[in-house]
């Protein structure tokens, strides 16, 4: 099975921060990575998917890189709203494993 | 508009059984695979598996083969996931979630909360 790993696990920043995010796959997936968003008691929300295209509805400062093993999620001018917990998966082969999740709150 | 609506929560005792579901509606129900995934007390997702309703194609995760059944009732488009017998250890918040054409869960289930506990 492939197994996702994403780093760091939690990070504190600030309103107005760029934030990246990495996750790396134990094998090659193409770009079939995505990219959730969870805030505390709401269901994960799609922000990316195939590594760089960013979802409807998804504001332009959420961006995507990445391909073979190793992802990039940033995040430009951190808003109050983007205190979250992200998670990578990927959809390449089953089982379509999660990262285990980073969390990003306020410095 | 697109949806997936989950049953709502359940109790259970350790050894019970146990059935929950999630509804599709505002899409070709049949012709998108579900998914299913676990998030137990404040930890991460976890990936369960995915049904393809069209033909019950099911594709389980191993931690979670023999432990789960994946089923689809297509006349009301409507998805289930069941446990024989419940452990404490089932105790989760299970989301169902629809993939897109490429692979990204772009619609998600409000989530149902199972609670095991004797």
């Known amino acids: 099975d492939i197994q996702m790993t994403q780093f760091p696990s939690s990070l504190s920043a600030s309103v107005g921060d760029r934030v990246i995010i990495t996750c790396r796959a134990s094998q090659s997936i193409n770009t079939y990575l995505n990219w959730y968003q969870q805030k505390p008691g709401q269901a994960p929300k799609l922000l990316i998917y195939?590594?760089?295209s960013l979802q409807r509805g998804v504001p332009s400062r959420f961006s995507g890189s990445g391909s073979g093993t190793d992802f990039t999620l940033t995040i430009n001018s951190l808003q109050p709203e983007d205190f979250a917990t992200y998670y990578c998966q990927q959809s390449y082969k089953d089982p379509r494993a999660f990262g285990q999740g980073t969390k990003v709150d306020i410095k | 508009e697109v949806q997936l609506e989950q049953s709502g929560a359940e109790v259970r005792k350790p050894g019970e059984s146990l059935k929950i579901s999630c509804k599709g509606s505002?899409?070709?129900?049949?012709?998108?695979?579900l998914a299913w995934v676990r998030q137990m007390p404040g930890k991460g997702l976890e990936y369960m598996g995915r049904l393809y309703p069209a033909d019950s194609d099911t594709r389980y995760s191993p931690s979670f083969q023999d432990q789960v059944t994946f089923s689809v009732d297509k006349s009301i488009t409507t998805a289930y996931l069941q446990w024989r017998s419940l452990k404490a250890s089932d105790t989760a918040i299970y989301y169902c979630a629809r993939p897109g054409a490429l692979g990204g869960l772009d619609v998600w289930g409000q989530g149902t909360t199972v609670t095991v506990s004797s």
């Open positions: 505002g899409y070709n129900f049949v012709n998108y695979w």
């Open positions: 195939t590594a760089s």
